[in-house]
């Protein structure tokens, strides 16, 4: 299942457009690294929570308990990039 989301690089960044409801998402840097890896990793569909948080750990070495990566990871989840 493809998502329903167009992602363009800009800058250190990148822009995240929802078709389903219409709304636009600028990322920093570091989200867009995520962003790209998760999706990368997925071949363009949804992960899993666990998939997300080992994707956090092991690709990028980052924390998936930092408050930053909690943020993060629950907009991804309301975009639908993670699933349940």
């Known amino acids: ?11 250190d960044g990148g822009i995240l457009f ?3 409801t219409w709304k636009t998402h600028i990322l920093t840097a570091s989200a867009a690294l ?9 071949g363009g569909d949804a992960v ?6 080992d994707g956090l750990r092991d690709a990028l070495d ?3 308990d930092s408050p930053d990566s909690i943020q993060l990871l629950a907009m991804l989840k309301t975009l639908g990039v993670i699933r349940a």
């Open 1 to 11: 299942m493809s998502l329903a989301l167009r992602y363009r690089p800009m800058d």
């Open 18 to 20: 929802d078709e389903t």
């Open 34 to 42: 995520i962003y790209e890896t998760l999706i990368e990793q997925s």
């Open 48 to 53: 899993t929570m666990a998939d997300a948080r």
């Open 62 to 64: 980052l924390d998936p």
